[in-house]
């Protein structure tokens, strides 16, 4: 099996409130956060966690939550200083911040440029202030502008921008409109995706009225779609757009079946030792994530089956635009490539994916119904949640 890159995922639980949409491990936030425990634990966390890591050097670190701009420069620093002390940085190495507009106090980002961030993604989600008070975000639009110019001016100019479409009574040029506010501010990557309804959340249980059907969803991506790429993002994932040498390199080695620490309140993580491929995961809730840190007692681990390791790789992999090798899965999971290759030629023959220059990608057909092109490598009725909560969007 092949050397893999090695990321650093840090879960920062806490928000003002927890979004209707949202199914990430999120919490109000207290009165007042416990930043100087929570730091503590997340360092006690990595230390059970090195053992794991070998003596690889750290591609990228990313902060997501919750909502990470919660969270003070100092503690932010804390965290990226404790690391460093145990784990070798790459010298340009990517580390990126979530962060909420409405959380975000004049002056806040110089801090956290100083402690080492040198990307953000700001969840902007829509420039239509109805739709916001609908997704019960806490921001305004204009909100989302003074957090561009506060990046810019602190120096971070490599920020991307979360869109959502499909929204409830969301008409395909407001869509459209929400899209052109977005590149305005010439975000270096955007991410645009569309509202799904997980389970377990309150539109879930409760879905919103006016919800965009299945053609209309379809029309706005479309549309969309065009507009990104004449304002000179490539879409290089299936949500993902960048301006050329701008590409999320932390999201793409969750992408690619690359390994990554995942430490906070229910995190998780993947990595690869001895040929063998360990899930770990931690507690969701803060307060006993906290407790278990510090008695060492945080993660739980799992190895993955040699079953489950064909869908797991293609979770991710039929994401990418560029698509894959069967070398490559044959490299990532130490499996022969025949087990993927009959399915793969089966997908073929129904359209739903192409082979060019050696190539895996699924066709633009196959884009449309992912999932069930994912679901094709399962083997049983595993459903991958152990990988779905650190697929950040941006």
Not at 202 to 226: I, K, N, T, Y
């Amino acid at each position: 099996m092949m050397q893999f890159p090695l990321s650093l995922y840090v879960h920062l639980p806490w928000c003002v409130r927890k979004c209707p949409y949202c199914d990430f491990n999120s919490h109000a936030a207290p009165a007042e956060l416990p930043e100087a425990r929570y730091v503590e634990a997340l360092l006690a966390d990595l230390d059970a966690d090195l053992p794991l890591a070998g003596d690889r050097e750290l591609v990228s670190v990313f902060f997501g939550g919750g909502t990470p701009s919660l969270f003070s420069p100092a503690a932010i620093a804390a965290i990226l200083d404790g690391a460093r002390a145990r784990l070798p940085f790459l010298p340009d190495a990517e580390i990126t911040l979530e962060a909420n507009p409405g959380t975000i106090e004049r002056g806040r980002f110089e801090g956290y440029a100083a402690a080492g961030v040198n990307r953000v993604s700001l969840g902007a989600q829509s420039f239509d202030r109805a739709k916001l008070a609908v997704l019960g975000r806490i921001h305004r639009e204009d909100e989302i502008g003074a957090a561009v110019a506060d990046l810019r001016a602190a120096g971070i100019g490599n920020f991307n921008l979360d869109l959502m479409y499909a929204l409830p009574a969301q008409a395909l040029e407001q869509a459209v409109a929400d899209v052109r506010a977005a590149l305005a501010l010439g975000p270096t990557h955007l991410s645009h995706y569309q509202l799904t309804l997980e389970a377990g959340t309150v539109f879930h249980h409760r879905p919103p009225a006016g919800l965009p059907d299945d053609d209309l969803a379809w029309e706005m991506q479309s549309a969309c779609q065009a507009e990104i790429a004449a304002a000179g993002l490539a879409q290089y994932e299936v949500s993902a757009y960048a301006r050329p040498g701008h590409q999320c390199l932390h999201n793409r080695n969750y992408w690619l079946f690359g390994d990554y620490l995942g430490i906070g309140a229910g995190a998780h993580g993947k990595l690869t030792r001895d040929g063998r491929v360990i899930r770990t995961e931690k507690p969701r809730q803060p307060r006993t994530y906290q407790d278990d840190a510090m008695a060492g007692r945080a993660c739980s681990r799992r190895e993955v089956p040699a079953a489950d390791l064909p869908f797991e790789f293609m979770l991710n992999a039929l994401r990418l635009n560029e698509g894959f090798t069967v070398d490559a899965f044959v490299a990532a999971t130490g499996l022969a490539g025949g087990i993927v290759e009959a399915p793969l030629a089966a997908l073929e023959v129904r359209g739903l994916m192409r082979l060019a220059g050696g190539n895996w990608r699924p066709t633009e057909a196959g884009f449309r119904f992912l999932n069930d092109l994912q679901a094709e490598f399962l083997p049983a009725a595993r459903a991958g949640d152990a990988v779905k909560h650190e697929l950040r969007q941006g």
